[in-house]
């Protein structure tokens, strides 16, 4: 049996104002987030997201296109009616209410009865790791348990969808990093689709099943973890995630199952993807830097493919890798190198010292634009 | 070092002080000293008060009266009068909430800057003209022949004259003018702060508009609710030119009484200590609020 689609997004387009002040905050985006995954969208401030989350939360209409939850259409229907709870950005706990007094708004919204409602509270704030902090007041607690009480209020309902608007960007690092894991921990406990969101591409990379990369109002691409940072198909994805080593190219003829690549600046690379792309097309290609290899120059003569040479211009140690800038001529930017560090060798090559860099045909992506 | 910085400390504090401590020492400490005092002597025959003659007489006759015998029989007229400016006072204050918390509300809900400080502007737009004249204002629209009375005729909801002048009513509605921007003034103070992102919340947990408006707005909103009640509730309690000007004879208030005790009723004594009462009922109401907000929940402002 395929997995239902928790949340359908078709074609959604989200205007805020009219004539010259528009702003498009959504631009003809699509989505299909699945049951049970902990879904995230992730771009940089002012790409979307929130506007997307207050959409489906019901806090704002769609100026064109389709929200479906489990099929059924969400238009016209207003927050307190949509089994989707959200998790606020700033928590918004209500602050003449106990932590327990939060945490069963909701239920008393649904009308449950006392005792249920004592029992669940009592549930959901042990779920949470706050037991036992019922009668506070939420002045009264640290900015990572308001968090925490926050997702215990979104949780106690039992919601199909979990919205969460960068729920963790006020926490300092430490703190962040444990509500990480406490939040997959969650979410894996209650198998409630989560669609969380962020800015922190680490993060996204870290939590997700899946994820979206946004831009400018627009979904860049969709996919796995794996799929965004090793198969980017856009340039802002490829820069946005991790660092990337951007080059400019002509596509030559495949043999072997794989494609040739005539550099700008001299020199062939390979690649086994560029379905997109046809014969002599100009394109830019993604490299990753820890999919880069030196080589000393000594080794053998001649520039075949897959090489490059260059000059070390710094050497920066960073425990687990070291890394290089590479200059190579006529680049404008140099190129970066990341060399895992083996047992106790110190680096093989200092500023100045003239490598080789070796592409491999599966550190080439080829982008879409 | 640290003494004498005290010291000076105390002295600044004393300097900043004085002014303020002369003001309501001079106008009202010792003003109310000679009120209380006033209120326990003899009244004079032509007004004024035999000075050094002192009695009870004054707070006997709040509820007492004296035939011509000597002898004491309950007498519940000023008591009536205290509890007709009470209902009506509370009266106003029902009606000022009933119409300034919408007021306040849709006042704090508007995005635009500049339109909402127009709209607070045209709540305080009143204060610029005289109560009397706007008291005046309420005897031309209230009469019979009035404009209200007229349209009421000319519409065809009426065949008698409507008779609402000098009446308890004619008094509640002169109130709830008079002292409406006091209700709507400080609750839109504490509605303005409100983070609407609660109320969000309460939407998002399933709360509609009227649960939110009551589990979320209404209680974050309460100082500003009480102190608007009681910004209306105590000076509708001793108001004087609405009931004056507006009330029948049948339907005095505090102020009116203890006005007409310094004035046509020659009774000095009975006027402080009637002023004494009100003052005594007040403090009363304003302690009951303090109390009740020390211990309020959330540390509302
Ligand atoms: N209520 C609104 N009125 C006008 N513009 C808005 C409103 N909400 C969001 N926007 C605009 O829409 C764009 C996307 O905003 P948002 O969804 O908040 O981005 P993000 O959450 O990714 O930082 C921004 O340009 C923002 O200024
Ligand atoms: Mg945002």
């Known amino acids: 049996m395929p997995q239902a689609n928790a949340i359908d997004i078709r074609d959604i387009t989200k205007v805020f104002g009219q004539g010259a002040e528009a702003v498009h905050a959504l631009d003809h985006v699509s989505l299909a987030i699945r049951e049970g995954e902990f879904f995230t969208l992730l771009g940089p401030s002012g790409c979307g997201k929130t506007t997307l989350l207050r959409l489906l939360a019901g806090f704002e209409q769609p100026t064109a296109g389709v929200i479906g939850l489990y099929g059924d259409d969400l238009a016209g229907l207003p927050p307190f009616r949509r089994p989707v709870n959200t998790v606020f950005q700033n928590y918004a706990l209500f602050p003449h209410m106990t932590v327990a007094g939060n945490v069963a708004f909701g239920l008393e919204m649904q009308r449950w009865r006392r005792g249920d409602i004592e029992r669940r509270v009592e549930e959901v704030l042990s779920l949470v790791k706050l037991a036992g902090y019922g009668q506070r007041k939420p002045a009264q607690l640290s900015g990572g348990q308001q968090q925490r009480v926050a997702l215990a209020r979104a949780l106690a309902n039992r919601p199909k969808v979990l919205l969460l608007d960068e729920p963790l960007s006020a926490l300092d690092l430490k703190l962040r990093k444990e509500m990480q894991i406490e939040l997959k921990r969650l979410q894996v406990e209650t198998g409630i689709t989560f669609v969380f969101v962020t800015h922190d591409q ?18 860049l691409q969709v996919g796995t973890p794996a799929e965004i940072y090793e198969r980017p198909t856009r340039r802002f994805v490829a820069d946005f995630i ?32 560029a379905e997109a792309h046809t014969e002599g097309e100009r394109v830019t290609l993604a490299v990753r830097p820890e999919r880069v290899d030196l080589e000393p120059v000594n080794a053998e003569a001649g520039e075949d493919t897959g090489r490059l040479r260059g000059v070390v211009e710094t050497v920066v140690y960073f425990g687990t890798d ?48 | 070092m640290l003494a004498a910085l005290r010291r000076s400390q105390l002295a600044q504090r004393t300097a900043l002080l004085a002014p303020s401590l002369a003001i309501i020492g001079g106008f009202m400490v010792l003003p109310l000293i000679l009120m209380a005092y006033v209120s326990i002597l003899e009244k004079g025959t032509h007004g004024g008060v035999e000075w050094g003659t002192y009695s009870a007489e004054a707070y ?36 000022a909430l009933a119409i300034g918390f919408p007021t306040a509300l849709y006042i704090a809900l508007q995005d635009d800057r500049w339109y909402r400080n127009l709209l607070v502007f045209m709540v305080t737009i009143p204060f610029w003209t005289n109560l009397l004249v706007r008291n005046y204002a309420w005897i031309i629209l209230l009469r019979n022949n009035g404009l209200i009375d007229n349209a009421a005729a000319w519409l065809g909801l009426t065949q008698e004259p409507i008779d609402v002048l000098y009446t308890p009513f004619a008094i509640g509605v002169g109130l709830t003018y008079s002292f409406l921007p006091f209700m709507v003034l400080p609750i839109y103070a504490s509605l303005e702060k409100l983070d609407l992102r609660l109320v969000e919340a309460a939407f998002d947990l399933g709360a509609d508009r009227r649960r939110a408006l009551a589990r979320i707005v209404v209680p974050l909103a309460l100082p500003g609710i009480i102190a608007g009640c009681i910004l209306v509730f105590v000076p509708c309690l001793g108001a004087y030119v609405t009931p ?12 009116n009484l203890i006005q007409n005790q310094f004035g046509a009723a020659r009774n000095w004594p009975f006027g402080a200590a009637l002023g004494f009462a009100l003052l005594a009922i007040v403090l009363l109401a304003m302690m009951a609020y303090a109390l009740r907000f020390r211990r309020a929940p959330g540390g509302g402002t």
């Open chain 1, 242 to 273: 991790g660092d990337t080593n951007f080059l400019q190219g002509v596509l030559g003829r495949a043999a072997n199952g794989e494609i040739q690549i005539k550099l700008d600046v001299g020199g062939m690379v390979t690649t086994r993807h």
């Open chain 1, 202 to 219: 680490e993060e996204a990379l870290t939590m997700s099943d899946r994820l979206a990369v946004m831009q400018d109002g627009k979904v």
């Open chain 1, 322 to 369: 070291t890394s290089y800038r590479i200059n190579i001529d006529s680049l404008p930017e140099p190129v970066l190198v990341r060399v895992q560090n083996r047992q106790g060798a110190a680096s093989p090559f200092a500023s100045g010292d003239s490598v080789r860099l070796r592409i491999p045909p599966e550190a080439v992506q080829v982008l879409v634009d």
């Open chain 2, 60 to 95: 006997i006759k709040f509820l007492f009266e004296r035939d011509l015998m000597g002898s004491l029989s309950v007498n519940a007229d000023y008591l009536q009068i205290f509890l007709r400016s009470f209902v009506l006072s509370g009266v106003t204050v029902l009606l």
């Open chain 2, 244 to 255: 004056e000007l507006l009330g029948g004879s049948k339907s005095l208030m505090i102020g």
